[in-house]
């Protein structure tokens, strides 16, 4: 592959100094010769979803539509997001919840870190809202940072080497996942619903 790969970032955190935020960018400065990060800013500016004011129903809200032509025009979407409430933060939630009808990340290599206090609850219920709406996620590109305070600084760097290592092998499997090198059989299935 000779462009680089075009990454859609969201952060589930929309706060100013956010840990996610400061990750995603951390990662942006890590793969500069590899991938072109966009970083969607717009979530907190989505409607609250309504089925009927979705797809067909009425006339496609413009952030909505927007939201929704980036994430299928990236190679790949990176997500990290706080844990809310031993849940998914309800804006995040909210903007994927907008993608369920459209489809926008059916077959679309995903990456997602939850980085938190701890996390482990909203880690697997996002997981499986990325599954059931047919994301491609292995289990090198799903990861859970705990105390992620004590692991990202505010001059963008990992400062915890086991994270580091942990976020380069999904990098790297995002990379080969986006060039078609992921057998079939190691991405992670659906939950039932
Ligand atoms: C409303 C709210 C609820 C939270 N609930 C949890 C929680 O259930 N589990 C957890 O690990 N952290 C929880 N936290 C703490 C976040 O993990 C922590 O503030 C984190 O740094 C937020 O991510 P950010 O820095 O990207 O904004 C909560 C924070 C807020 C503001």
Request: aromatic share 4%.
């Given at each position: 592959?000779?462009?680089?790969?075009?990454?859609?970032?969201?952060?589930?955190?929309?706060?100013?100094?956010?840990?996610?935020?400061?990750?995603?960018?951390?990662?942006?400065?890590?793969?500069?010769?590899?991938?072109?990060?966009?970083?969607?800013?717009?979530?907190?500016?989505?409607?609250?979803?309504?089925?009927?004011?979705?797809?067909?129903?009425?006339?496609?809200?413009?952030?909505?539509?927007?939201?929704?032509?980036?994430?299928?025009?990236?190679?790949?979407i990176l997500i990290c997001t706080p844990e809310y409430?031993?849940?998914?933060?309800?804006?995040?939630?909210?903007?994927?919840?907008?993608?369920?009808?459209?489809?926008?990340?059916?077959?679309?290599?995903?990456?997602?870190?939850?980085?938190?206090?701890?996390?482990?609850?909203?880690?697997?219920?996002?997981?499986?809202?990325?599954?059931?709406?047919?994301?491609?996620?292995?289990?090198?590109?799903?990861?859970?940072?705990?105390?992620?305070?004590?692991?990202?600084?505010?001059?963008?760097?990992?400062?915890?080497?086991?994270?580091?290592?942990?976020?380069?092998?999904?990098?790297?499997?995002?990379?080969?996942?986006?060039?078609?090198?992921?057998?079939?059989?190691?991405?992670?299935?659906?939950?039932?619903?």
């Open positions: 592959m000779s462009h680089k790969i075009n990454i859609l970032a969201i952060s589930g955190s929309t706060r100013k100094n956010s840990s996610n935020g400061n990750l995603i960018k951390a990662i942006a400065m890590l793969t500069t010769a590899i991938f072109t990060i966009e970083i969607f800013e717009g979530i907190d500016m989505l409607p609250h979803f309504n089925p009927d004011l979705d797809y067909g129903q009425v006339e496609e809200n413009a952030q909505v539509a927007e939201f929704r032509r980036k994430i299928s025009a990236a190679d790949a409430a031993l849940g998914v933060p309800g804006t995040l939630k909210n903007a994927i919840d907008w993608t369920v009808s459209t489809m926008n990340f059916s077959q679309k290599p995903v990456a997602l870190i939850t980085a938190s206090t701890a996390g482990t609850r909203g880690h697997q219920s996002l997981l499986g809202t990325l599954l059931i709406i047919e994301s491609k996620i292995t289990k090198d590109t799903e990861v859970l940072i705990s105390s992620i305070q004590t692991k990202v600084n505010s001059d963008l760097e990992i400062t915890d080497q086991e994270t580091l290592g942990l976020i380069n092998k999904l990098i790297n499997s995002l990379i080969e996942m986006v060039k078609g090198n992921v057998p079939v059989e190691t991405l992670l299935p659906a939950p039932l619903l």
